[in-house]
């Protein structure tokens, strides 16, 4: 079977260090192994509307800046197709038909969306569209075959809604529809990376990111007004590393060859979490390491962008040679899928013949 991958992201900001451990990162590494047959890369700004219906400006402005995050984290259009999802009509098609293998009491139980709809406020009139955002996500990833989806924690309940619709649709209309793999981060930090602020979750939404295009200067504003542990007062007091944003991002974030470049006097990360417990480091020092750490993760992604940003003409380009390849991916999906649901009248000679000798009878 072939190795497909598939994985997106909704065109409602700049991409931020979360997308980059989350999914980002791992997507480069995977496309650079040469083990996939195909890789798409979606900017989900349907999906994106689907919570933003009054506000597209929004989506369009943040197509350009989400293809410029791709670019300069090393995707690589000659290697994986970057797309935009409303350029491919077959994945609507997907969708209603998808609906009907789908009840509301189990789009209702959904973890993800739930806590969306709260973030947003949703609960006294939710938008259908969003409701129904984890059936447009199957459409998504099965019109591509995809077997692989290299994404976040937070999106576990959708590939899991994806892989329900894979097997009812299968059971019902005959083997068509191929079940995807989610890939998670190996990393715990990375699963779902914290705000700046110490809230569960870096978001676009909820304005905690440290984004990939930051310039230096915010970069170290930020670091150095992270949260950490309240309890940690004074440099001897023993430290806490749980809920303490700082070590999280050095977990998600740390090379070894960082600590001889910038903190020579300790060996490794669990050196400098030691000490830590115990009492004795204080915060500004960790916020240092770390800051510096994230400068140079973040300097040759930066540079690249502006590189990219030369040619804003070139990049729409790549998306527009991009969606007419899905395209044509989907169409023949929507072509199978038809099929097996006995919705192909005029392809189907079989029944016309069959039809007209019914009625001559
Ligand atoms: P929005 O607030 O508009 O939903 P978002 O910041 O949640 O935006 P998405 O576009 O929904 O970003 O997510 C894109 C990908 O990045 C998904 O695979 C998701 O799991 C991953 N991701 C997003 N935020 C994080 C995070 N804080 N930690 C790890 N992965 C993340
Ligand atoms: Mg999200």
């Known amino acids: 079977m072939k190795k497909i991958m598939l994985t997106g992201d909704r065109p409602t900001g700049r991409l931020h260090v979360g997308h980059y451990v989350g999914s980002l990162r791992r997507r480069v590494e995977l496309q650079n192994t040469g083990d996939f047959d195909d890789i798409f890369i979606m900017i989900a700004d349907a999906q994106a509307l689907t919570d933003n219906a009054d506000n597209p400006e929004k989506v369009r402005q943040n197509i350009i800046e ?74 998504d990833i099965t019109a591509f075959k995809a077997t692989t989806v290299p994404v976040g924690e937070d999106q ?24 995807p793999k989610i890939l998670l981060p190996d990393n715990a930090a990375c699963l779902r990376l914290p705000g700046i602020d110490g809230k569960a979750k870096m978001s676009k939404s909820l304005g905690n990111c440290i ?10 504003k930020k670091v150095f007004s992270m949260f950490t542990d309240p309890t940690h007062i004074r440099i001897e007091d ?18 070894p ?17 030691a000490h830590y417990k115990r009492g004795g480091l204080g915060d500004m020092k960790v916020k240092r390491f770390l800051n510096n750490v994230l400068q140079a993760e973040l300097e040759p992604i930066r540079n ?4 990219f940003q030369k040619d804003i003409p070139a990049v729409y380009e790549i998306l527009r040679k991009g969606s007419e390849k899905a395209k044509t991916v989907a169409e023949q999906t929507l072509k199978e899928v038809k099929a097996a649901m006995k919705i192909d009248y005029f392809a189907d000679e079989e029944l016309i013949r069959a039809q007209a000798e019914k009625f001559s009878e």
């Open 66 to 139: 989400v293809a410029l995050d791709y670019l300069a984290c090393g995707l690589d259009p000659e290697k994986s197709t970057l797309f935009i999802q409303s350029q491919i009509p077959e994945l609507c098609e997907l969708s209603f038909y998808y609906m009907n293998l789908v009840t509301v009491s189990r789009l209702q139980r959904n973890p993800t969306v739930k806590s969306e709809i709260q973030m947003r406020n949703f609960e006294a009139s939710i938008p259908v569209g969003f409701f129904t955002y984890p059936i447009s996500q199957a459409a």
């Open 156 to 179: 576990m309940p959708m590939i899991e809604q994806t892989k329900e619709i894979v097997h009812k649709f299968n059971s019902v209309y005959g083997e068509t529809l191929v079940d």
């Open 211 to 220: 984004y990939l295009s930051e310039e230096p200067e915010d970069i170290q």
């Open 238 to 255: 023993p430290g806490k590393l749980e809920g303490n944003t700082v070590f999280t991002y050095l977990d998600a974030f740390c090379r």
């Open 257 to 273: 060859e960082y600590f001889p470049e910038f903190l020579p006097e300790y060996e490794n990360l669990d050196e400098l979490k």
């Open 304 to 307: 690249r962008r502006k590189e």
